[in-house]
Nanobody
Framework: EVQLVESGGGLVQAGGSLRLSCAAS????????LGWFRQAPGKEREGVSY????????YYADSVKGRFTIASDNAKKTVYLQMSNLKPEDTAVYYC??????????????????????WGQGTQVTVSS
C-alpha cells in the first residue's frame, strides 16, 4: 500500500519561501505520478502541481506558475514543492497525492485519476500579510 508522508509546512510572511517534501513508500517510484493539492478554509480542494516520475513532465496551476517548482529525487522516492513569492491566498492545507501512472493519460489531468490514488495527511501552510 502506498504511504505518503509530507513535511515542510509552516508560517511565513508574504514574499517568503517554503519547501514541502513528500516521501513515498512505493516499490517502483517510476510507476507513479505525484502531485500537490491544497484546500483553504471554505474552499474546494484544488490541484497545484503534478509530476510524472518516469518522464519528468509537469503541470502547474495558473495561480502558481512562475512561483512554485515541483521536482523529484528518485533515489529518495521524494517529491518536493518549492514555493517562492508566497501570497496570503496560498494559505491552505497542502496534500501530497500519488497515483499509478497507468491511470494518467496526461499529467495535467492527474486530478481526474485520484479515485485510484492515495493521499498524504496534509501539512499546513500559512502566509501572513
Amino acid at each position: 500500500e502506498v504511504q505518503l508522508v509530507e513535511s515542510g509546512g509552516g508560517l511565513v510572511q508574504a514574499g517568503g519561501s517554503l519547501r514541502l517534501s513528500c516521501a513515498a513508500s512505493v516499490f517502483t517510484f517510476d510507476d507513479y505520478a505525484l502531485g500537490w493539492f491544497r484546500q483553504a478554509p471554505g474552499k474546494e480542494r484544488e490541484g497545484v502541481s503534478y509530476i510524472k516520475i518516469s518522464d519528468g513532465s509537469t503541470y502547474y496551476a495558473d495561480s502558481v506558475k512562475g512561483r512554485f517548482t515541483i521536482a523529484s529525487d528518485n533515489a529518495k522516492k521524494t517529491v518536493y514543492l518549492q514555493m517562492s513569492n508566497l501570497k496570503p491566498e496560498d494559505t491552505a492545507v497542502y496534500y501530497c497525492a500519488a497515483v499509478a501512472v497507468i491511470f494518467v493519460d496526461d499529467i495535467a489531468t492527474m486530478e481526474n485519476s485520484m479515485h485510484f490514488g492515495r493521499w498524504g495527511q496534509g501539512t499546513q501552510v500559512t502566509v501572513s500579510s
